[in-house]
């Protein structure tokens, strides 16, 4: 089945009685995929095509205007494909308006899952919320499910060292500096992308040439600051490189926090490029130095180290 992306939301969406699941997904963390994988499942069983129901911009960006320091692991690009490598046949974005924003759980069933969709099941988890204040659950989807003709299949949660995978919980070990916990239940390594600007070049003095990312989205979630052993795909070809987030104290930019990349055999002028970096393993947090040669010694050892890691790697 190839993959088909309804931008504009249910109305348009033609396949008949689907199997369903709908949520932010925003990851598309191990917790997601089981639940997609559900999906596909339950899809071939009853003959049916697969379809995931996404809401675009995230809720919170529209019900809490001032929560300005809310960040996403994904962009919506990056969710698409997220979703498009899990299997399913069809993706529905829903444009997340205030209007829609007021529409009740009742009214989401029984006009948006029976009357358009005509679903023929709906998998969720067991803490799915939809509909004005999030009243929505898989309780009522089950009330409403005998009368309507679908059925409903809830997964339990899905815990990692007894706590619940989630969306939120993997930002947090990004900000935290846990990059190991944060891909491990992401199920890949994180990644973000942006373009190349350019920088002082004081990195290519020292024989660390450097590229300076300016991430594309503003609400993306950057890990902590410090160092990290990292891919880049830039102009269709993929280098090991070292990454620093931070303010580079030894240059005294303590008011500017840049995030730049050594790509490790790179050649050649990157500036204006699409760059994807994707996170393997935090090395070390970012340090002063007395001078600009004992940050040399301190890149190569870092070089070293990022070397040995991308060499042990399996992605």
């Not at 209007?99 to 005509?118: M, R, W, Y």
């Not at 846990?178 to 942006?194: C, E, H, P, V």
């Amino acid at each position: 089945m190839t993959f088909v992306i309804t931008h504009t939301g249910i109305q348009s969406f033609s396949a008949k009685s689907p199997v369903v699941t709908l949520g932010i997904f925003d990851g598309v963390h191990c917790g997601h995929q089981l639940l997609l994988s559900e999906v596909i499942k339950v899809a071939g069983q009853l003959g049916r095509e697969s379809a995931a129901i996404t809401f675009w911009p995230h809720p919170r960006f529209v019900l809490s205007k001032a929560d300005d320091d809310f960040r996403l692991l994904n962009t919506m690009e990056e969710k698409t494909e997220g979703i498009r490598a899990a299997g399913i046949d069809h993706l529905i974005v829903v444009p997340f308006t205030p209007e829609f924003a007021a529409i009740t759980g009742e009214q989401f069933i029984s006009e948006f899952l029976v009357d358009k969709l005509q679903v023929s099941c709906v998998v969720v988890g067991d803490d799915v919320r939809f509909g004005a204040g999030g009243t929505g659950t898989a309780q009522m989807l089950q009330e409403f499910s005998g009368e309507s003709g679908f059925c409903v299949k809830h997964l339990d949660t899905h815990l990692h060292n007894e706590t619940r995978i989630s969306s939120t919980f993997i930002r947090a070990c990004l900000r935290a500096g846990d990059l190991a916990s944060a891909n491990r239940l992401l199920g890949k390594q994180y990644s973000l992308s942006g373009t190349v600007t350019t920088g002082n070049r004081i990195g290519t003095s020292i024989g660390f040439p450097t590229a300076n990312i300016n991430v594309s989205e503003h609400f993306k979630q950057i890990p902590s600051d410090g160092v990290y052993a990292v891919y880049t795909e830039v102009k269709g070809k993929r280098f090991a490189g070292m990454l620093n987030i931070g303010i580079r104290p030894t240059l005294q930019d303590h008011d500017h926090k840049t995030i730049e990349v050594h790509m490790i055999g790179a050649e050649g002028d990157f500036y204006n490029e699409n760059l994807t970096v994707r996170f393997v393993q935090r090395i070390r947090d970012e340090m002063k130095f007395g001078s600009l040669e004992e940050l040399r010694i301190q890149l190569e050892e870092d070089r070293k180290t990022t070397m040995n890691i991308i060499k042990f790697d399996n992605h």
